[in-house]
């Protein structure tokens, strides 16, 4: 086995020795580039391994996807809570936002992936500010991420120009970082913040570049009603008529769809990230449509959100979260069923975000999540599906590999007490910062 210093630093394949797929044990295999080359009893002729990881005691499962976050706020976690949602953005949330900084999204961003690594997440969508500072600590970090900045106009030209002007920037910048595992998005921010004009140019840039779209839809019932008086339509109509909804849209709660928009989402292509843990803290008072959605093939993929309204970024929880609030909301105990939502989390993220299938089969990017097989939460073991869904959260999770690299091994990261440090203190001076303009 290979020492854990070494672990990190060493490059080249790697061999997980015996561990647990799907209830059989397994070796797998992954080469040079970072892809699974062989499972099972080819995989130890398929390499020279360059790193060697027990899997003995461990289950592997593929790396878990979080489709919907804005990274940087775990700078504002617990900051504010307990509120209404429309009160919570415009009184607490975008105050304190005008005083980040570059850094400050850095230092977070960097906490952020610190936090979805320990908790076996690999790849996230983010949409926020300065993503190009996100950029350099997912690079840092080693994670995928789709990064988009949030396009908000208000309705105003000269906002627009500018937001324009920075959402080309951020393509242009991460492009030319030529990092595989990094890729931009547009991010209108949502029909209540952003013109149909700016609607508009943002799909059809995003059809010119060949990237997806990110964008929150109808969270709120409230902005289901604003929507219907001000422009006559449904959120989801609106953004189809600006050419919003496409397979590479991810379109963020979707709480309040009528079964028509499901259709529509359904035909569109379009992957609907479900965050129900925000959903149920903002209380927006509806749990999004999964049977509609599922009955029409829209994606449906789960996210957890920014850490002001979650307040964590741990995807075990948000599984768990979704599982039992469709049950309760949908009043069926059969709806979302424990190895539905692993899929959400695993095959359907990927999916949405383009990032190969999400599941751990040859010719897969080595995304690979080891849980500790001998927990308290997996003991005893009848359905790892079960294990995993209702009764493990992050924690359980030891070892994490993004493309054959390994971010995480036996509950290690790589300078995670100075990621913790860094944050906090950029958390406390943009709190200074806020008090002394007030
Ligand atoms: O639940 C939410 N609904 C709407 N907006 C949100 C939510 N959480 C965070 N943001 C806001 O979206 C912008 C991203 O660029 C940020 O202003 C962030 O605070
Ligand atoms: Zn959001």
Redesign the pocket.
Same mark, same amino acid.
């Given at each position: 086995m290979t020492d854990l210093d070494d672990i990190f630093t060493a490059r080249g394949s790697v061999l997980i020795a015996g561990a647990s797929i799907n209830g059989s044990t397994a070796d797998i295999a992954i080469d040079e580039t970072g892809t699974i080359a062989a499972i099972g009893e080819d995989a130890r002729r398929a390499i020279d391994a360059d790193i060697v990881i027990d899997g003995s005691d461990r289950l592997a499962v593929p790396g878990l996807v979080n489709t919907h976050t804005?990274a940087a &706020?775990t700078l504002l976690r617990g900051y504010a809570d307990d509120m209404l949602?429309q009160e919570w953005?415009s009184q607490k949330?975008?105050p304190l936002?005008a005083h980040l900084t570059g850094d400050d999204v850095y230092a977070g961003t960097k906490l952020a992936c610190l936090e979805m690594i320990k908790s076996g997440t690999v790849a996230f969508n983010d &949409?926020?500010?300065f993503m190009d500072r996100a950029a350099a600590a997912v690079d840092d970090m080693g994670m995928r991420a789709t990064l988009a900045y949030?396009f908000?106009d208000l309705g105003m030209e000269e906002k627009r120009e500018a937001e324009i002007k920075a959402t080309e920037a951020l393509v242009d910048h991460i492009r030319s970082l030529n990092n595989p595992r990094i890729q931009a998005a547009v991010?209108p921010?949502?029909v209540y913040t952003v013109s149909p004009e700016g609607l508009s140019w943002c799909a059809e840039y995003a059809k010119e570049q060949g990237i997806g779209i990110h964008v929150?839809l109808s969270?709120t019932e409230k902005e289901v009603t604003d929507c219907v008086a001000q422009f006559g339509k449904r959120p989801t109509y609106l953004l189809d008529e600006y050419g919003c909804l496409t397979p590479r849209t991810v379109a963020a709660?979707c709480c309040w769809l009528d079964e028509a928009e499901c259709r529509l989402l359904g035909e569109r292509g379009v992957s609907a990230s479900h965050n129900p843990a925000?959903n149920m803290k903002?209380a927006v008072n509806r749990a999004m449509p999964y049977h509609w959605l599922k009955q029409y093939g829209a994606n449906v993929a789960l996210g957890t959100?920014?850490c002001?309204?979650n307040n964590n970024l741990d995807i075990f929880e948000e599984m768990k979260f979704a599982a039992l609030l469709q049950k309760f909301a949908w009043n069926s105990p059969t709806l979302l069923p424990a190895g539905e939502a692993v899929m959400m989390a695993t095959a359907a993220g990927a999916r949405a975000l383009g990032i190969g299938p999400g599941t751990l089969t040859v010719g897969a990017p080595a995304d690979i999540v080891l849980l500790d097989a001998r927990a308290v939460c997996n003991t005893p073991l009848y359905n790892p599906d079960s294990n995993i869904v209702y009764a493990c959260n992050g924690g359980a999770v030891m070892t994490v590999l993004c493309g054959g690299r390994v971010l995480m091994h036996e509950r290690t990261v790589p300078g995670e007490e100075e990621i913790i440090q860094e944050a906090a203190a950029a958390a406390r001076s943009l709190i200074e910062r806020a008090k002394n303009s007030a």
């Open positions: 804005h &706020m949602l953005l949330i975008w936002e &949409m926020y500010f949030g908000i991010g921010h949502s929150h969270e709660h925000s903002l959100d920014g002001s309204s």
